[in-house]
């Protein structure tokens, strides 16, 4: 517990200085693949990600399906909405679909999809995988197609490095996850970017740090975020998406999983809000 305390105080610090007028939501597009429990931790999932939603933040967290496989389940099913008060407003839908493959999981595919009426729309499949017998280790790939007026496809290449414990380890201990994906758009070849994220994850507590565009390619972005479990069903959250303030809190329902977001684009000037509802299947 004193390790999960720390954890979240360094983070509220740590969030405390990268707050700045950035805009991180540089276009509506931000918005399509973002499920509520993400947008609350700063979009930060490079590294703690194991939920369908690595097939957008790293297909490799497709290894990693543990919500999946709890109560029997075979996969998981989520989606979810967003809006984001931009002139008239844009409306932003999401729906994310995985399953783990094997007994016991070593691997696992999930496929995504979001859309913003009028504008355009996103959607993609991958696949992840243990790497031998490393603890916390795996790889993974995912295709995704962008049907904007600028329409791409690219290919996300993902690996995760974990399970290295953090001081004396007793049950329940702290470990430390290193993430790095690389994302590749077929049509513009100088546009690869690369992507890196290292979390702290302990019972009840995630707190992680990315950046994203590390050569700045493209626009480089620093997401931190946390998340602090409330009780037996319920968790905070906080983030901060490239100096844009964001949180959000989730619920278990019985079979369902509720999660609510709030985020503070651009100091105020674009809020959004969103919730994702998840249940197994």
């Not at 590294?47 to 075979?74: C, H, I, M, R, Y």
């Not at 998406?241 to 809190?249: A, E, K, R, S």
């Amino acid at each position: 517990m004193k390790v999960a305390v720390s954890a979240v105080v360094g983070l509220a610090l740590l969030i405390a200085t990268a707050v700045s007028p950035a805009l991180a939501l540089e276009s509506i597009d931000d918005l399509w693949p973002v499920d509520a429990r993400s947008l609350g931790m700063g979009a930060a999932r490079i590294a703690s990600t194991g939920d369908p939603t690595s097939v957008w933040f790293n297909p490799a967290g497709l290894a990693w399906l543990q919500a999946a496989t709890e109560g029997g389940k075979a996969g998981t099913l989520s989606a979810g909405y967003a809006y984001a008060d931009i002139g008239e407003g844009y409306d932003a839908f999401h729906a994310y679909l995985a399953a783990p493959v094997g007994r016991p999981a070593t691997a696992g595919w999930g496929a995504g999809f979001g859309t913003v009426p009028d504008v355009g729309s996103m959607y993609g499949a991958g696949f992840g995988a243990r790497l031998g017998r490393a603890q916390g280790w795996s790889w993974g790939a995912a295709l995704v197609r962008d049907t904007n007026d600028d329409a791409f496809n690219l290919v996300n290449l993902g690996v995760i490095l974990g399970g290295v414990p953090v001081g004396q380890q007793q049950p329940g201990g702290s470990t430390l996850r290193l993430g790095a994906t690389m994302v590749d758009l077929f049509e513009e070849a100088a546009d690869t970017t690369i992507n890196v994220g290292v979390a702290l994850q302990g019972e009840g507590f995630i707190v992680e740090l990315d950046v994203v565009d590390l050569t700045e390619e493209v626009s480089q972005q620093v997401n931190v975020g946390g998340e602090l479990g409330l009780g037996k069903n319920s968790a905070g959250r906080i983030g901060s998406q490239d100096g844009d303030l964001t949180w959000g809190i989730g619920w278990r329902l019985g079979a369902l999983t509720l999660d609510l977001v709030y985020a503070n684009f651009l100091e105020g000037e674009i809020p959004t809000y969103g919730f994702t509802v998840s249940s197994g299947f």
